[in-house]
């Protein structure tokens, strides 16, 4: 009934290293620069019990998390038994493979660094390391078609931070009138909407594939935002984002406990859905 035995009674902590945790070289000259995991004492039994838990788990995350999830879904899966309903929601991680608005690939310098300096390829689906690059390979829309476990993908069609940081990334955007754009999306002419709605088109095309899978579920809205599960005027409140008259937290909750079939809900293009509110997170 306190903090040793139980995590309801924590207390959110610092994490200060030091010692064997340390960061100071001289201090640590061995140990100092490695990635760290304190794992708070929460159960009284030095993590010893095999105490039946409870049989279902979802592994979610939101933008490089979302990507996470999409990567490591099957592996978390895997250490569960099949008695577990075991299944993954991905918000905003769904990143595409797309040219900028000066017609370069500028994202991928950014993946292909990430590929090569973590050795990503030894996770990356084998049928398609066998015919293409690893980066290729790392972008989600080639992950999923692998993945077994039943998965559930969150995304803004016109996902705000890919739109600033991918299609109208600052070295292809130096003019006044797309930065406006990309910082909002009513701020957009007539021709920057054509733009957007191409990179809207190529995310809904790439979801093809999870058409023919029947446990999956996709809430993919059209509203200018990124990560939508962190926050509750997006996940379940009166102005959050709605297809199918379902809030995020409803479509959500309906496929992971299969009281209803068929939740894969994409919308129409921008600025069809009246329930896309400029309250959104940004």
């Not at 705000?160 to 910082?183: E, G, T, Y």
Request: glycine fraction near 8%; proline fraction near 5%; charge should be negative.
């Amino acid at each position: 009934m306190y903090a040793l035995g139980s995590s309801n009674f924590m207390k959110p902590m610092r994490f200060a290293g030091a010692g064997i945790l340390g960061s100071d070289q001289l201090q640590n000259p061995d140990f100092y620069n490695w990635n760290k995991v304190f794992v708070r004492y929460c159960d009284g039994a030095s993590f010893s019990g095999d105490a039946e838990g409870r049989a279902q788990a979802l592994l979610t995350g939101c933008s490089a998390g979302g990507l996470a999830t999409i990567l490591h879904c099957d592996d978390f899966s895997a250490r569960f038994s099949r008695d577990v309903s075991v299944k993954c929601l991905a918000d905003a991680g769904f990143f595409l493979d797309v040219k900028d608005i000066s017609g370069k690939r500028s994202f991928w310098s950014v993946y292909d660094g990430v590929v090569h300096l973590q050795n990503v390829r030894e996770v990356l689906p084998k049928d398609c390391l066998a015919n293409k690059e690893p980066t290729e390979c790392f972008f989600p829309a080639e992950l999923i078609k692998s993945i077994r476990t039943p998965m559930f993908i969150l995304n803004s069609a016109y996902d705000s931070w890919q739109i600033r940081n991918v299609l109208v990334p600052v070295s292809s955007a130096p003019d006044k009138p797309w930065s406006s754009c990309k910082d909002n999306i009513r701020n957009c002419n007539s021709t920057q909407i054509k733009v957007l709605d191409a990179f809207r088109n190529t995310m809904v095309g790439a979801f093809k594939v999870v058409e023919d899978k029947e446990d999956w579920g996709l809430f993919i809205d059209s509203c200018f935002t990124h990560c939508q599960s962190l926050y509750g005027i997006s996940w379940n409140s009166e102005i959050s984002p709605r297809l199918g008259n379902k809030s995020i937290a409803e479509a959500a909750g309906d496929w992971y406990h299969g009281r209803s079939q068929g939740e894969k809900e994409i919308d129409c293009e921008y600025p069809c859905n009246p329930t896309c509110s400029g309250q959104l997170p940004p």
